[in-house]
């Protein structure tokens, strides 16, 4: 009897220690989150209940995750509940409350309900029950109880991987659709093709996997230094995924509510395709000069299909064909960017369109050319996506905008305004192909920075937008372009956690967002999540940000200290010894002797150095 109040008493307690901090812990952050008294004991002898018809999918995903995150073997199985305590209920009902995607988790001391009306709901309630398990958890776990209510501000919720600059296995690719969909991501935009590889099997051209799929060696030259290839030497950097293996991805994605978006990017960025069909490009006789091999790195001349041969239209159209046979994805992405249009200017095709089709200039030519893949598409029965340069000319009605240009540019403003669906991935905002610390400590990458705390505050429908234009936005999507990243380890680095960031935008009410209860999640819980699963997760939110003036008139360096996140403190050095917990804490900007060597670190109250030590000389 003793031992069982003790045994009781223990559980209480540490259900206790658990629920102070669990309501804090969320990415995304749920709508509503009530913690009650009590808690769940979950364990080997706990038993699940899904729906009949959702039984393919939704066991498989529920009992390889209760193995891999707390190494329990649960049963689970279809029909009514045949137990009155210790079970796990998903329910499917019908609830206005519940958007599509959304769901309610009800944690009580003898169960777990999660109610969704869909499929997606059930499976988005089972990844918030799993952010309810204490991270490092193993075998018998106590979940503490509450009532989450919980549905999606966006549909979509995306992230865009380029696996053309470089590419990535289909193993690597199943690992972050895993990942990404526990954070509640549903769209993976694949980057299919470039100027710098040709990753899907298309049948009827078997060249573009031949050759289009495979580029000359430049490993260690920088990527915009790189010399173009030459005919004769080897090309062994590449890879590309058959039809097979791609049915293989969508059908571990569709299981994990993560729809796949195709992108074929024409007509510009076509560099290996037409180094594997030259026909396409706009002379018939290769002008002197006129590289045609598949780009090895940034600079990619020549890379516009012509857009005057109806042979152009007649490739096209086959392979949208055989991309839309097998994608299931409602979405086609045509690309349609950064056209260089110089040989438009100069080649007979091109312009004998123009004025067959009273076209004034190369600008209505590229809206002649989009509005051409549009009815491709469209004949195969998918919605058109386009990046906002398909705007230029008469514009493309019908189709769906990703929006990534700002400035000079407002198409977050343009497109919702002119009826256009959109989605937006702005590049001050999602583009975490940028570095994200002081350029000078982060890997290879564009010399722009992108800090965690950016993609976090980021708000994707402008304050201009009236009410009807806003419902236009369909969501937000970070995109990863990867000029800079040949390697998983990089590539994972550039992903996590900004792309846990961008879920929460896309997710979250704005209302309910802080970035201080979002890093400390981090910190507490989710490092250690994508840790324990092997992820290679960036640190850079702790890293010291320094700034320097040199006062030639007093001699002196004027020295200031910066870092995004909250609660922690700077120390640092100036003899060259490593900062500790002990050195001078920074208090505010301070004046040195120049060319002295900073050296400055990021501490929290237990004295550990939380990130990266910033090195810098002060002249």
């Not at 289009?212 to 890879?239: F, H, L, N, S």
């Not at 950064?338 to 312009?351: A, I, V």
């Not at 890997?443 to 800090?451: A, H, R, T, W, Y």
């Not at 900062?579 to 501490?603: C, M, N, R």
């Amino acid at each position: 009897m003793k031992k069982l109040v003790f045994i009781i008493v223990t559980f209480l307690l540490t259900i206790s220690g658990i629920a102070q901090e669990i309501n804090n812990i969320f990415i995304p952050q749920p709508e509503s989150v009530v913690m009650q008294p009590g808690g769940f004991k979950l364990s080997n002898e706990t038993q699940v209940f899904i729906p009949k018809s959702y039984e393919a999918n939704l066991k498989s995903i529920i009992s390889s995750k209760f193995r891999d995150d707390v190494g329990l073997e649960l049963a689970i199985k279809t029909g009514r509940v045949t137990t009155r305590s210790n079970y796990i209920l998903f329910e499917k009902v019908r609830n206005a409350a519940i958007k599509p995607e959304g769901y309610i988790l009800e944690i009580t001391p003898s169960s777990i309900t999660i109610k969704a009306t869909d499929y997606a709901g059930m499976f988005n309630g089972f990844q918030t029950l799993r952010q309810t398990i204490p991270a490092g958890s193993k075998g018998t776990t106590a979940i503490p109880s509450m009532t989450i209510t919980d549905n999606p501000r966006f549909q979509w919720r995306g992230v865009l991987a380029d696996v053309s600059r470089h590419f990535q296995t289909k193993e690597f690719l199943l690992k972050q659709i895993d990942v990404l969909s526990s954070y509640k991501i549903n769209k993976f935009h694949l980057h299919l093709t470039d100027d710098q590889g040709w990753r899907i099997e298309i049948k009827k051209y078997p060249n573009l996997t031949k050759k289009g799929a495979w580029r000359a060696d430049r490993t260690g030259i920088a990527w915009w230094e790189r010399e173009a290839a030459t005919a004769d030497e080897p090309k062994t950097v590449g890879g590309f995924y058959t039809q097979e293996e791609l049915k293989e991805i969508i059908a571990y994605a569709k299981v994990r509510n993560v729809e796949i978006i195709p992108e074929i990017d024409v007509p510009a960025h076509s560099k290996a395709l037409i180094a594997s069909y030259p026909h396409l490009f706009c002379y018939d006789e290769v002008p002197e000069g006129v590289n045609f091999e598949v780009a090895v790195g940034g600079k990619a001349p020549d890379n516009a299909l012509c857009a005057g041969k109806e042979t152009t239209y007649t490739f096209l159209e086959d392979i949208i064909k055989e991309v839309a046979a097998l994608f299931p994805s409602k979405y086609l992405h045509i690309g349609g960017d950064e056209c260089n249009k110089s040989n438009w200017k100069k080649c007979p095709h091109c312009q004998k369109v123009m004025k067959d089709n009273n076209l004034k200039d190369e600008e209505e030519l590229q809206s002649y050319f989009i509005q051409r893949m549009h009815k491709m598409v469209t004949a195969q029965k998918k919605t058109m996506i386009g990046w906002d340069e398909v705007l230029s000319g008469h514009g493309v009605k019908g189709a769906t905008i990703m929006a990534w240009r700002r400035g000079m540019h407002t198409p977050e403003l343009q497109a919702p305004r002119e009826g256009y669906p959109t989605i937006m991935t702005s590049y001050l905002h999602s583009y975490i192909s940028r570095v994200q610390g002081p350029t000078f400590m982060e890997p290879e990458g564009p010399n722009s920075v992108l800090p965690l705390s950016v993609v976090y505050n980021h708000e994707p429908i402008p304050s201009e937008l009236t009410t009807e234009e806003a419902n236009r936005v369909l969501g937000n999507q970070a995109s990863l372009w990867a000029e800079f990243t040949p390697t998983e380890e990089h590539f994972e680095y550039m992903l996590y956690p900004r792309t846990l960031a961008s879920a929460e935008v896309s997710w979250s009410n704005p209302k309910l967002k802080s970035w201080e209860r979002f890093q400390n999640a981090l910190v507490s819980d989710h490092f250690k999540r994508l840790e324990q699963y092997g992820v290679n997760v960036a640190k850079s939110m702790f890293t010291v940000y320094p700034a320097f003036a040199i006062d030639q008139l007093n001699t002196e360096a004027i020295v200031f200290l910066k870092t995004e996140t909250v609660g922690y403190n700077i120390h640092y050095t100036l003899d060259g010894s490593e900062p500790t917990i002990h050195s001078t804490k920074y208090e505010g900007d301070f004046k040195t002797v120049p060319k002295k060597l900073l050296k400055a670190g990021l501490f929290n109250d237990k004295g550990e150095l939380l990130g990266a030590i910033t090195e810098i000389r002060l002249k």
